[in-house]
């Protein structure tokens, strides 16, 4: 079994900036890719940012330009950098990691989810 723990969710307004952060434990043999959707009320969930363990980066239109998704391979982390953040950017965001565990079996795990608010 594969943990995510996430944290750095909060309000902020306009314009601000926040970070979110999230580790990765457990049986872990390889992350093949790690990344971050968000889920607004009434709306579905959406990949935001997603990164693979060689580095590549991909983000969802909206986003480009504000958000910088990295992670860390040997610290099984990946964290996402908000900037320039909208109203339309609040939503539940979920930390994702899909990869191979040390049991040699598949996995797609999910943190709990932390609420980005961005208001006035």
Known sequence: QVQLVESGGGLVQPGGSLRLSCAASGSIFSMYVMGWYRQAPGKQRELVAAITSGGSTNYVDSVKGR??????????????QMNSLKPEDTAVYFCNA???????????????????????
């Not at 992670?71 to 099984?76: E, F, G, I, S, T």
């Not at 565990?101 to 709990?112: A, E, K, R, T, V």
Request: glycine letters at 8%; proline letters at 0%; a positive charge.
């Open 98 to 120: 899909r990869g191979r565990s040390s049991l040699d079996l598949d996995f797609n795990s999910w943190g709990q989810g932390t609420q980005v608010s961005v208001s006035s």
């Open 67 to 80: 958000f910088t998704i990295s992670r860390d391979n040997a610290k099984n982390t990946v964290a996402l």
